[in-house]
Nanobody
Framework: QRRVVESGGGSVEAGGSLKLSCAST????????VGWFRQTPGKEREGVAS????????YYADSVKGRFTISEDGTHTTRYLEMSNLKPEDTGLYTCAADIWCQSGNRWDAAGSYNFWGQGTQVTVSS
């Protein structure tokens, strides 16, 4: 059964770093898109970053460009969101999302583009 599970959240001070993991029950190569979303109380869920190998693209929200990076481990079962120079506004519940279809007309930052979701991991950045 296909699933993704996140881990790696925590509390850090501004300027610190965290590395979130998105572990998959199947090879990451079998997903056609894997992304990260975050949500803060009172705000809409927003796309943070996503990897769409079929398009040859890795997408990042403007607010995280240059600070966040999607990477993969050598076993091809886990994708990471490496976050550096964290800011208090990065605080939120980070959720990994994936899909095997990833339709060509879909937006990378639209939640509806993904059908498999993890449970989320909390990231808190203090000033």
């Amino acid at each position: 059964q296909r699933r993704v599970v996140e881990s790696g959240g925590g509390s850090v001070e501004a300027g610190g770093s965290l590395k979130l993991s998105c572990a998959s029950t199947v090879s990451t190569h079998s997903w056609n898109c894997v992304g990260w979303f975050r949500q803060t109380p009172g705000k809409e869920r927003e796309g943070v970053a996503s990897f769409w190998p079929g398009r040859g693209m890795t997408y990042y929200a403007d607010s995280v460009k240059g600070r966040f990076t999607i990477s993969e481990d050598g076993t091809h079962t886990t994708r990471y969101l490496e976050m550096s120079n964290l800011k208090p506004e990065d605080t939120g519940l980070y959720t990994c999302a994936a899909d095997i279809w990833c339709q060509s007309g879909n937006r990378w930052d639209a939640a509806g583009s993904y059908n498999f979701w993890g449970q989320g991991t909390q990231v808190t950045v203090s000033s």
